[in-house]
């Protein structure tokens, strides 16, 4: 039992690898705008906007603030533990083996699972942009066999994956239904990450600037199209004009789309051993480009809500070439822009979480959790050569048989509870001494501050919203029961929160992420948790099977 919680000893002057030290500040920032501005702008926006209408701006603004703390903890454990691995190494360093596992077991999901969704939103685009230019590739070539499979079942308009199961070929009594755009880039993304980090890091700052300049043009175009009257919509069910039609349980309900978003930025702490002084370079890399994505999430979520009607964004999976298609703007050449540049925005995500999962798998490998292939470095490339075709693979085959809506919420719930261990993590951790030109987490003292924010906030909030609070212990409600469950238990668990920041005075940076990321896990509905905990029943399992038995730590 003393096995599974003990320790592993980390030193903030190890900065040994086999990998190669290539990255600087602004490489960290490019990596992190690619990881963060991708899929959750050009992909899952439309279907947060359907979810929260204009009021989903509010959500971005948690998740921001959720992501901002959890950043500052990453960083803090950054600066102490130089070496890959990101929340799985640090877990490591404070809650012990088999949490650490847990975490890492999580990161496959968000990693791993992730890209898959990715790689179906870049063949959405794909597809879209050769339709634009005349080009068309069978249906059945461009989707998954599960997808039309659902469509059919279903009901389903969409027109495509109807089309794509009647025509269809058969293979004995199987239609061949295949994604086969989502399975090249795969193929290609991974070879990249095979050849080299310098390679990647040249490709993915040029592609970063070509998305941001589009970026800013879809803003600066779209601000003249703005029609004021969109922002405050009116609620069907009761006739009133509201920046939030669908209520805060409609906003919170986009959580996974939003947050899906923001996932990208812990993959940088992954390259720490191939990040030049990681200390200084990694925290300062992670912040900027968090703020700097959260300022642009909330600028295109005005624009496009704007632009069209929330209501109009339903099964829409190209938002930002949606809102200047001919029904809306009519700006045909910037629909043509906006096509092309997600594609090279989307492929920038892509090749940063699939350069994160192997450098993941490299360093469990390296503590004997996971098999030593996975720890192999290539004699030329120096990059982790087998965890990298394992990740191919593992992203690959996946997109032959699941679709996207299942990925996306089976990433997110992942994510944030790996942020939410990390930072339990932070506070868990023992005062350093401060080294000039190393990130240091400023100490508040939460004894005082912490209770007065939650309990004050609190009270504000039922003073505003008093129907909530008398309706909370209502869960059998269809709509709404689950979140007020779920808010119930985010109650409770913030105070007692608040009585051990009162006994152990507890850092408030760390406590704020902690309660901010445990606010988001809220959103999440019962389907998730069923999935996410048979997920995390299966780790267990190999854990015991394998790893402990061949722990480094253990030996």
Same mark, same amino acid.
């Given at each position: 039992?003393?096995?599974?919680?003990?320790?592993?000893?980390?030193?903030?002057?190890? #900065?040994?690898?086999?990998?190669?030290?290539?990255?600087?500040?602004?490489?960290?920032?490019?990596?992190?705008?690619?990881?963060?501005?991708?899929?959750?702008?050009?992909?899952?926006?439309?279907?947060?906007?359907?979810?929260?209408?204009?009021?989903?701006?509010?959500?971005?603004?948690?998740?921001?603030?959720?992501?901002?703390?959890?950043?500052?903890?990453?960083?803090?454990?950054?600066?102490?533990?130089?070496?890959?691995?990101?929340?799985?190494?640090?877990?490591?360093?404070?809650?012990?083996?088999?949490?650490?596992?847990?975490?890492?077991? *999580?990161?496959?999901?968000?990693?791993?699972?992730?890209?898959?969704?990715?790689?179906?939103?870049?063949?959405?685009?794909? #597809?879209?942009?050769?339709?634009?230019?005349?080009?068309?590739?069978?249906?059945?070539?461009?989707?998954?066999? #599960?997808?039309?499979?659902?469509?059919?079942?279903?009901? &389903?308009?969409?027109?495509?994956?109807?089309?794509?199961?009647?025509?269809?070929?058969?293979?004995?009594?199987?239609?061949?239904?295949?994604? @086969?755009?989502?399975?090249?880039?795969?193929?290609?993304?991974?070879?990249?990450?095979?050849?080299?980090?310098?390679?990647?890091?040249?490709?993915?700052? &040029?592609?970063?600037?070509?998305?941001? *300049?589009?970026?800013?043009?879809?803003?600066?175009?779209g601000f003249a199209y703005i029609n004021t009257d969109n922002w405050t919509p009116v609620n069907p069910e009761n006739g009133v004009e509201s920046f939030m039609p669908n209520g805060f349980t409609g906003v919170m309900s986009a959580v996974s789309g939003v947050f899906f978003a923001y996932i990208g930025f812990d993959a940088l702490s992954v390259l720490s051993e191939e990040t030049k002084n990681p200390q200084k370079t990694l925290p300062k890399g992670m912040i900027i480009s968090l703020v700097l994505c959260t300022v642009i999430y909330i600028a295109l979520t005005l624009v496009l809500t704007g632009m069209v009607d929330y209501r109009k964004f339903d099964g829409?999976?190209?938002?930002?070439?949606?809102?200047?298609?001919?029904?809306?703007?009519?700006?045909?050449?910037?629909?043509? @822009?906006?096509?092309?540049?997600?594609?090279?925005?989307?492929?920038?995500?892509?090749?940063?979480?699939?350069?994160?999962?192997?450098?993941?798998?490299?360093?469990?490998?390296?503590?004997?959790?996971?098999?030593?292939?996975?720890?192999? @470095?290539?004699?030329?490339?120096?990059?982790?050569?087998?965890?990298?075709?394992? #990740?191919?693979?593992?992203?690959?085959?996946?997109?032959?048989?699941?679709?996207?809506?299942?990925?996306?919420?089976?990433?997110?719930?992942?994510?944030?509870?790996?942020?939410?261990?990390?930072?339990?993590?932070?506070?868990?951790?023992?005062?350093?001494?401060?080294?000039?030109?190393?990130?240091?987490?400023?100490?508040?003292? &939460?004894?005082?501050?912490?209770?007065?924010?939650?309990?004050?906030?609190?009270?504000?909030?039922?003073?505003?919203?008093?129907?909530?609070?008398?309706?909370?212990?209502?869960? *059998?409600?269809?709509?709404?029961?689950?979140?007020?469950?779920?808010?119930?238990?985010?109650?409770?668990?913030?105070?007692?929160?608040?009585?051990?920041?009162?006994?152990?005075?507890?850092?408030?940076?760390?406590?704020?992420?902690? &309660?901010?990321?445990?606010?988001?896990?809220?959103?999440?509905?019962?389907?998730?948790?069923?999935?996410?905990?048979?997920?995390?029943?299966?780790?267990?399992?190999?854990?015991?099977?394998?790893?402990?038995?061949?722990?480094?730590?253990?030996?």
């Amino acid at each position: 039992m003393n096995q599974l919680f003990r320790r592993k000893q980390y030193s903030d002057k190890d #900065t040994s690898t086999n990998l190669l030290r290539v990255l600087g500040v602004w490489d960290i920032v490019f990596f992190g705008i690619a990881a963060i501005i991708g899929a959750g702008s050009f992909s899952s926006l439309g279907e947060a906007i359907f979810r929260g209408g204009p009021g989903v701006i509010l959500l971005y603004l948690i998740c921001g603030f959720a992501c901002g703390f959890t950043a500052l903890c990453y960083a803090e454990f950054a600066s102490r533990i130089p070496t890959a691995g990101s929340a799985y190494t640090y877990a490591y360093a404070s809650f012990g083996e088999l949490i650490a596992w847990i975490i890492g077991w *999580a990161l496959i999901m968000e990693y791993s699972f992730g890209n898959i969704y990715v790689a179906f939103s870049w063949s959405d685009y794909f #597809t879209s942009f050769l339709g634009r230019l005349g080009m068309h590739i069978p249906d059945y070539l461009t989707c998954s066999y #599960t997808e039309a499979k659902k469509a059919i079942l279903n009901g &389903s308009e969409n027109k495509d994956l109807i089309n794509a199961w009647k025509t269809a070929p058969l293979i004995g009594n199987l239609k061949f239904i295949v994604d @086969v755009p989502a399975l090249v880039i795969n193929g290609l993304i991974t070879w990249l990450c095979y050849v080299g980090v310098k390679e990647s890091k040249n490709f993915n700052n &040029s592609l970063v600037i070509l998305k941001l *300049a589009v970026i800013i043009l879809v803003i600066l175009v779209g601000f003249a199209y703005i029609n004021t009257d969109n922002w405050t919509p009116v609620n069907p069910e009761n006739g009133v004009e509201s920046f939030m039609p669908n209520g805060f349980t409609g906003v919170m309900s986009a959580v996974s789309g939003v947050f899906f978003a923001y996932i990208g930025f812990d993959a940088l702490s992954v390259l720490s051993e191939e990040t030049k002084n990681p200390q200084k370079t990694l925290p300062k890399g992670m912040i900027i480009s968090l703020v700097l994505c959260t300022v642009i999430y909330i600028a295109l979520t005005l624009v496009l809500t704007g632009m069209v009607d929330y209501r109009k964004f339903d099964g829409v999976g190209d938002p930002l070439s949606f809102i200047f298609e001919k029904s809306n703007a009519n700006v045909a050449w910037m629909e043509l @822009v906006v096509s092309f540049v997600a594609i090279v925005a989307i492929t920038t995500v892509l090749l940063v979480f699939q350069m994160g999962q192997p450098r993941i798998w490299y360093a469990m490998s390296r503590d004997g959790l996971m098999p030593q292939r996975f720890q192999k @470095v290539h004699p030329k490339y120096k990059t982790p050569s087998y965890a990298t075709i394992i #990740t191919g693979i593992v992203v690959g085959v996946p997109i032959i048989f699941t679709d996207k809506s299942f990925i996306l919420d089976f990433t997110s719930i992942g994510t944030i509870f790996a942020f939410v261990l990390v930072c339990a993590g932070v506070l868990m951790l023992p005062a350093k001494e401060k080294v000039k030109g190393r990130f240091h987490l400023p100490y508040i003292n &939460s004894k005082i501050i912490f209770p007065v924010i939650f309990i004050g906030g609190l009270i504000g909030f039922y003073l505003w919203q008093p129907e909530f609070f008398h309706e909370l212990a209502d869960w *059998a409600d269809p709509k709404e029961g689950e979140f007020r469950a779920s808010i119930f238990f985010f109650i409770i668990i913030n105070l007692i929160l608040c009585v051990v920041a009162f006994i152990k005075n507890l850092s408030l940076i760390p406590l704020i992420g902690l &309660s901010s990321c445990l606010y988001l896990l809220t959103g999440m509905s019962h389907e998730n948790w069923f999935w996410f905990g048979l997920w995390f029943a299966i780790g267990l399992v190999i854990y015991f099977c394998y790893g402990y038995k061949h722990s480094k730590l253990r030996s």
